[in-house]
């Protein structure tokens, strides 16, 4: 996508190694979809960038930053609210360092024509992404010997994920078709808006049981495969109730 802007938009300065550009062009294109599109308005980040590893604001850090201060047990409530700093730095949480075996396991097993079917998989990059397996021996030395300037970080970091999740082409195109909402929480009115476009919006799930499993496969594997390299995560989906916000 991003050779295609650049061909368009030759005499704009986009800076194409920003991830939130190419985020916010991603949703420029489809926004430009609707019948009606929305108006849109760029907010310049501001305070901290995208890739900043530590800590440098007063109120404001990257999510790289608050990731790399929560694996430190480093002092993070001056950037986040502090329900989430609580529970960042006494609940069980998951990096790829824990999940780099399962991932170099999945990628080192399965032959490159099974890989190739993988969403996302195109251009030869199940090769690559064999080969770095073999020379690495933890997550980042494995994105480093992939990662190019035409695939970023942040695609072979996501293309790990639907590896790791066995995700295929074909599955996520079944997903899409599903088309349901799991309700995670609201407040009084958003239980009140969901109540008006209840007809409107055909599967509307506040919980998963075994019924809504069905439909729910792909969330839930995913879920399980997450709590593999930990044992304090707990299941995350099975009867496990919205949260309402009052006030």
């Known amino acids: 996508m991003t050779e295609v802007f650049r061909t368009l938009l030759q005499d704009e300065q986009l800076d194409f190694a920003s991830p939130n550009h190419i985020l916010g062009l991603s949703y420029a294109k489809e926004n430009a979809r609707y019948e009606r599109p929305m108006a849109l308005h760029p907010i310049e980040r501001k305070s901290a960038g995208y890739h900043e590893k530590e800590i440098a604001d007063e109120t404001i850090a990257s999510a790289t930053a608050i990731r790399e201060a ?3 047990q480093a002092e993070i409530q ?7 700093a609580h529970d960042l730095l006494t609940k069980p949480t998951q990096t790829w360092d824990e999940l780099w075996p399962y991932l170099r396991y999945k990628l080192l097993s399965t032959h490159v ?3 190739k079917e993988i969403y996302q998989m195109t251009e030869g ?5 064999q080969e ?3 020379q690495s021996t933890d997550f980042h030395s494995f994105v480093s010997l992939v990662k190019t300037k035409r695939y970023t970080w942040t695609r072979i970091q ?3 994920c639907y590896v790791l999740l066995n995700i295929t082409e074909s599955e996520i195109f079944a997903q899409q078709e599903k088309n349901y909402l799991h309700i995670l929480g609201f407040t009084e009115a958003g239980r009140q808006f969901l109540k008006e476009k209840k007809q409107d919006i055909s599967h509307v799930y506040s919980r998963i049981g075994k019924k809504e499993a069905t439909e729910a496969q792909l969330l839930i594997r995913s879920d399980q495969i997450y709590c593999l390299a930990n044992s304090q995560l707990i299941e995350q989906n099975f009867g496990r109730m919205p949260i309402l916000i009052k006030g």
């Open 132 to 134: 770095a397996a073999k």
């Open 113 to 115: 024509t099974q890989l």
């Open 125 to 129: 990059l199940e090769v690559r992404l």
């Open 158 to 160: 996501r293309l790990a």
């Open 70 to 72: 929560v694996a430190r």
């Open 78 to 84: 001056h950037v986040v609210p502090e329900v989430t």
